[in-house]
Structure formats: C-alpha cells, structure tokens
C-alpha cells in the first residue's frame, strides 16, 4: 500500500544522504515505523493506509501505543497532526531498540546502550578471548610507575593471606578486611551494611573505572533515614580515601558546617549521583520525557539543571555581580563548587560563598522536585529568598559573630 501511494504521488518519502536516497516504511518485528515530509498530506495518507490495512486484513492496529513525532514543525502543528491519527506525541529524544533517538551523538549517554550490548556479548565469549581480554586489563590497571597507578592499591590480610586490593574479584567488599586489619565495613558500619542491596559484593561490583579513575557504585534498599546521614558522611570520606579519590573539593565541602543532608546532596551532585533524568536512564530506567522541567528547551543533566539553564544563569550573575567577579560558567557542578570555593574577597569569608552555591544549588533541588511532583510553577523571587533565608540561617547558627537580621 505504501508503495502504490509513493507511486501515486499521494506520499513524499524523507529523502536520506547526499544521494537523496528515498525512505518511507521501515519495518521490524511488530513494529512499523513511517518516514516522509512533515506535511498534513503524508498525515492524511497515513491515516488511510492503516484503516485500509484493518479493512483488509481484519486487525486491529493498537493506536493507544502509537506515536507521532516531527522535527522542523511547531508543537502546535505536531499536536494537531497526533490527535488526527489518534497517536500520542511522541517527545525528542527517545528510545528504540536500545538507542537514543534525536540526542545528539557525541554524547556519552547516546552509547551507553550499545556499549551495555557488548558487555552482554562478552559474557558469552569463549574462555580463550576472555583470558585476553583479562591479560588487557591487568596490563591496563597495574601498568606504569607507582605514581602513575590507576587506583589506590593496598594490601588485605586474611586467614594469614596478603591479598592485593588489585585483585578485586575475590575481595569483598563489605565482610573483608581490606582498607585496615581490626574490623570490616559491615562490622564498622552495621547499619549502612544491613540496607546495603550488595552485601555479598566484591570490591570489583561495587564501582567501575571511566575516564576519572575509580568510581563508587553504591546501591541502598531504601532511602536513608535522617539519623543515618552523620554516618553515612564518614562511610564517604572512608571510601574516597580507599578509592583514591580525595579531592579538593570533597576535602571542602567535608569541612563546611551545614546540615548533614545537605552535604550528602552536594556531594552526589558533584558526583554525579543525583536522581535527574540523564542518571535514571543511565540505570535503564525508562524516562517519558528528558527535558528539563525548568526550560524544555534542552535534555535534563546536572550541568543544564544547576548551572546553564537559561532560568537558572540569571541567579548565578547577580551572585557574581555581589562578588565582582566576571568569566564563563564551568561546565560541570563540581568545577561550578571549587569556582566559588577559590574565591577570596575583602571582607568575606570564602566558606560564605561556599554556603551561597551549596544554598542556591539546593533550592534548585527543592524546586525541580515540586515542579514535577507537586506541579509547582517556576518562580525565580521565591527560588532566590529561599537560598537567602537558608544562608542566613546558617550564618546565625554556624557563625558566633553573626547577628544581622534577615530583614536588614
């Protein structure tokens, strides 16, 4: 049928490639997907071919799972030409067969899904490539001086056995005695160990290594009761040490006095451990829509969400125009953190503007999350007098000397 409308001139197909290669039906397995100029023509012969096709063929097709989407045309347009063929609208980007669809391809996020397919492979190759793959990695990991290692390494001693930390696959991570000899995590720290969902976990499952070294992967039954925050601080600093991933910024946001709840968010904002939409599809949870909740404008990720965002860089200027201060926004939270970690005014403590970004960053949090789960609007006076309010508190609390009045 598609065919003989082609043929008919009664659809235009998407011309694809330099060639001007013509295509406008892909099919596979039970899917069907429609290719062709974004014009109310096409829409029309669509909704022809599959009321003929149910005509004939006696089926049903299954418009409540269909959807309709257009690159170049207004919402208004897309909208109009979805509620014509009884489809859903269907939101850029998205997923098919594994892949992200419309993101932009240099990204790391578009590939994960791939790369996630190899692993599979793998796990079914023969005995023989695995042995080469892991003759790689050793090479890999325990390569080079001892000041170009890729992690930290140690030693663990058990049942009068010396183990290196390097041989993660037989550690464990929780029950082993592996950063000091006297007592193991789950025995340090019992409460953390007993929500753990990797209480049987080798050092080897409980992070992955990318292009910043070694990384944590912790994953907890529930979430963390208040009175378990304090602890689970200490468990984070232990870990990065162990990990070899103290940093500057880490060894500053520890030191800063603020709530203990809030500095576990700064931290997995830094991270990048916070429940935004990139992270979540990472974990291949299925996300309807990506974009910010802010400005639809731009995919949900901790760059766009707390620093780049056009609703959200006005806050940022005026902060830097208190401190006379002028240049591009990092491109990352964490650089954003030490940005403002680094400064030093006349007059002004730095740790004040370290309360500044940890206070606006937070009521970013705070905002997102009732935007989209209490459809709370947008308000950029109310976001700010709360990151005020929050900064004053802690000033008054953390600060003997501090005595204006917030109204002053």
Avoid at 10 to 23: D, E, Y
Avoid at 31 to 46: L, P, Q, R, Y
Avoid at 92 to 98: R, S, T, W
Avoid at 170 to 195: G, T, V
Wanted: hydrophobic share 45%; glycine share 4%.
């Amino acid at each position: 049928m598609m065919r003989e409308a082609v043929s008919n001139q009664c659809f235009t197909s998407f011309l694809v490639g330099s060639n001007k290669v013509p295509i406008d039906v892909l099919q596979y397995a039970d899917d069907t997907i429609f290719f062709g100029e974004t014009s109310m023509a096409n829409v029309k012969t669509v909704k022809v071919i599959l009321r003929s096709f149910e005509l004939v063929s006696g089926l049903r097709i299954n418009f409540a799972k269909s959807k309709f989407g257009a690159i170049g045309q207004s919402e208004e347009w897309c909208l109009h030409a979805a509620n014509y063929l009884s489809y859903a609208l269907l939101q850029f980007p998205f997923c098919y067969l594994g892949i992200l669809i419309g993101a932009n391809p240099k990204r790391k996020v578009v590939w994960d899904p791939i790369l996630r397919k190899f692993e599979d492979r793998l796990n079914r190759a023969p005995k023989a490539v695995i042995n080469r793959l892991s003759a790689i990695q050793r090479q890999f990991l325990w390569g080079g001086n001892q000041e170009g290692k890729k992690i930290a390494w140690g030693v663990v001693i058990q049942n009068n056995m010396r183990w290196k930390v390097g041989d993660r696959e037989k550690i464990r991570f929780w029950k082993d005695k592996w950063i000091n000899q006297q007592e193991s995590l789950a025995e340090r720290y019992p409460r953390l160990f007993i929500i753990s969902s990797q209480q049987n976990h080798t050092i080897r499952q409980m992070g992955i290594h990318n292009d910043k070294g070694w990384e944590w992967k912790f994953s907890w039954r529930r979430l963390l009761f208040d009175n378990e925050i304090d602890t689970t601080i200490n468990f984070l600093r232990e870990e990065e040490i162990a990990g070899g991933q103290k940093e500057d910024w880490s060894m500053e946001l520890w030191k800063t006095k603020i709530p203990s709840k809030i500095a576990v968010f700064a931290w997995r904002l830094c991270r990048g451990r916070l429940p935004i939409k990139e992270n979540l599809h990472k974990r291949h949870m299925q996300i309807n829509n990506m974009l910010c909740p802010f400005y639809s404008g731009a995919m949900e990720d901790e760059s766009h969400l707390f620093i780049h965002c056009i609703k959200i860089q006005p806050i940022w200027w005026e902060l830097m125009s208190w401190m006379n201060i002028k240049g591009a926004f990092p491109f990352s939270p964490k650089q954003h953190f030490m940005q403002h970690s680094s400064i030093q005014i006349e007059g002004l403590r730095a740790k004040r503007w370290r309360y500044w970004w940890l206070a606006v960053t937070w009521s970013i949090w705070k905002l997102r999350n009732r935007i989209l789960f209490a459809n709370a609007e947008f308000d950029t006076n109310r976001l700010f007098e709360d990151a005020i309010f929050i900064v004053w508190t802690w000033l008054r609390q953390f600060e003997k000397d501090f005595t204006v009045h917030y109204n002053q």
